[in-house]
């Protein structure tokens, strides 16, 4: 069983920037993929980035690329996503997720955790 706990949302205005955490707690991390996703209000569940915990490799989503950037610190068993230039369209619940397997899959059913979900608003 892993745990995951979300934090660091808020309200931003456009062109700003956020931080978000995800703490993890449970079974060993080392052969797990962590994963954002977001939902936006009346939308499905996306993919937004993940990252290989043993290996740091990493699999952006298109809308994000080259604004968003995941890290993780493997004493403090926490996965980061640094958002830079917000945009608007940005505006969604943030999921972190995890799977069990090294994979980097983009599909939400891969995943079999998941924390409770932290809101970004970003204003325009």
């Known amino acids: 069983q892993v745990e995951l706990v979300e934090s660091g949302g808020g309200l931003v205005q456009a062109g700003g920037s956020l931080r978000l955490s995800c703490a993890a707690s449970g079974r060993t991390l080392s052969s797990a993929t962590i994963a954002w996703f977001r939902q936006a209000p009346g939308k499905e569940r996306v993919f937004v980035v993940g990252i290989n915990w043993s290996s740091g490799s990493t699999n952006y989503g298109d809308s994000v690329k080259g604004r968003f950037t995941i890290s993780r610190d493997s004493a403090k068993n926490t996965v980061y996503l640094q958002m830079n230039s917000l945009k608007p369209e940005d505006t969604a619940v943030y999921y972190c997720?995890?799977?069990?397997?090294?994979?980097?899959?983009?599909?939400?059913?891969?995943?079999?955790?998941w924390g409770q979900g932290t809101q970004v608003t970003v204003s325009s």
């Open positions: 997720a995890a799977k069990e397997s090294r994979t980097i899959f983009v599909g939400q059913r891969f995943y079999n955790y």
